[in-house]
């Protein structure tokens, strides 16, 4: 069974986005020009004046007689921007934390140094070590990102757009599969390892998977492109997306930054992944604008109340997933699900016409049901599919009977 109705295409053509009321240039340039004295903050999109000004900063030096001494040095025009970003980095931590948000974007400036006499030491398990995977993960994207930007810079992936193909309609083809089958729609995950279980599958053939998903009835998939914790990559989902398969395909990567909109959609995704754990509510805001502006289906996870809270109260978001695993401490529960879609929260969601996933954790009919009758529309599921001989035959038995027709 193709997947119904992904070809309705989304706005992808100069003409749709100006419809749109964006015009097709200013949907190339969202962001204001950089020039030298001004940073855009990717993660804050907040413009920074950085002037080049002399900054003191104090200097201390042990002494023989093991006192220390604070001398004034003036310091140069590069190390004043230094400080600058370095304030400016603990302006993106504050708001983020100020947010609820746990993980720091990036290492701090290393472990503090602590002078006592003579002694100079470093605290253990402070500064640069990570306190969870996600904070792991989140900075290895940030040097990652940084070097594929200068490999593909944000430019050339404008011009590479007009030869990207047509983005299909991520949100209508879970729509359509769940009022055709009575079941959520399934977001069928391509997924050959991951942190929290190692080794899902090790005879591992994305576009056969992504294939057997498809006859299965799977309405989307989701490809993880995280190479290093998941083992996926960008070359997944262009394979799959070459490979003629017609489901809408998210782009399950750990966005911290604009560009990796641009290069998962010159990839062939339909929907990018926008983590509220990691990415504070002005970047939430942007990055979903981008989104639209692309013609792609912004998937806005969250695991908690504050984030969902967080979450509905940013216009502009049509599909919110329920992440069950804690992806700080891998725990799994579906009851997650139900907690969030209670009460006002719920109806709230209701109101808005917000599209909700269930993801993580789904192994049984039972389980699919819970999630159903908590309020999802949808469902992402990677493991208990992923794993199967048939991953086609593993669909039907998660659902309790053949979704595909
Ligand atoms: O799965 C992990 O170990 C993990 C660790 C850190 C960040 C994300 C992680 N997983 C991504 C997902 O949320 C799952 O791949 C997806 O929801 C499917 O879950 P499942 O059906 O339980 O494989």
Not at 98 to 113: A, N, V, W
Not at 183 to 192: M, R, S, T, W, Y
Not at 352 to 358: D, E, L, P, Q
Request: proline share 6%.
């Amino acid at each position: 069974m193709e997947c119904m109705n992904a070809m309705s295409l989304r706005a992808s053509s100069p003409a749709k986005i100006a419809a749109q009321g964006f015009s097709f240039q200013q949907s190339l340039n969202p962001v204001p020009p950089k020039s030298a004295f001004f940073r855009l903050m990717p993660q804050t999109h907040m413009l920074i004046h950085s002037p080049f000004k002399q900054l003191s900063l104090p200097a201390i030096k042990s002494q023989q007689d093991g006192s220390a001494t604070v001398s004034e040095t003036k310091t140069s025009e590069g190390d004043a921007l230094k400080v600058k970003e370095w304030e400016v980095g603990m302006f993106q931590d504050e708001v983020a934390a100020s947010q609820g948000i746990k993980i720091r974007r990036r290492p701090p400036t290393g472990p503090p140094l602590h002078y006592v006499g003579p002694f100079e030491f470093r605290l253990q398990n402070e500064g640069n070590t990570p306190r969870n995977i996600l904070e792991e993960i989140v900075w290895h994207k940030d040097v990652e990102v940084s070097q594929m930007k200068e490999k593909k810079p944000l430019g050339m992936l404008k011009k590479l757009l007009d030869n990207a193909p047509p983005v299909r309609d991520f949100i209508g083809a879970l729509k359509e599969a769940n009022s055709r089958t009575g079941f959520p729609g399934l977001i069928a995950e391509v997924k050959k390892a991951s942190p929290s279980r190692g080794v899902l599958r090790e005879d591992f053939d994305p576009v056969q998977i992504a294939k057997a998903y498809e006859k299965g009835g799977a309405a989307c998939l989701s490809v993880l492109t995280d190479e290093k914790y998941f083992q996926g990559g960008f070359g997944n989902l262009e394979a799959i997306r070459r490979s003629g398969v017609k489901c809408p395909l998210l782009c399950k990567e750990f966005v911290i930054d604009a560009w990796q909109i641009y290069y998962a959609r010159v990839n062939g995704a339909d929907a990018i992944l926008l983590i509220a754990a990691v990415l504070p509510d002005l970047d939430i805001k942007y990055m979903t604008k981008i989104c639209k502006l692309l013609g792609l289906t912004a998937l806005v996870e969250v695991h908690d109340e504050r984030e969902m809270d967080r979450v509905l109260e940013i216009d502009g978001i049509e599909l919110v997933g329920i992440n069950n695993r804690d992806l700080g401490t891998f725990k799994v529960d579906i009851a997650n699900t139900k907690k969030l879609l209670e009460g006002e929260r719920g109806e709230r969601i209701r109101q808005k016409g917000i599209t909700v996933v269930g993801e993580s954790g789904l192994f049984t009919p039972a389980d699919i049901a819970y999630v159903q009758e908590a309020g999802v529309k949808a469902v992402l599921v990677g493991e208990s599919i992923v794993k199967q001989n048939d991953p086609s035959v593993g669909i039907a038995q998660l659902f309790g009977k053949d979704i595909s027709s």
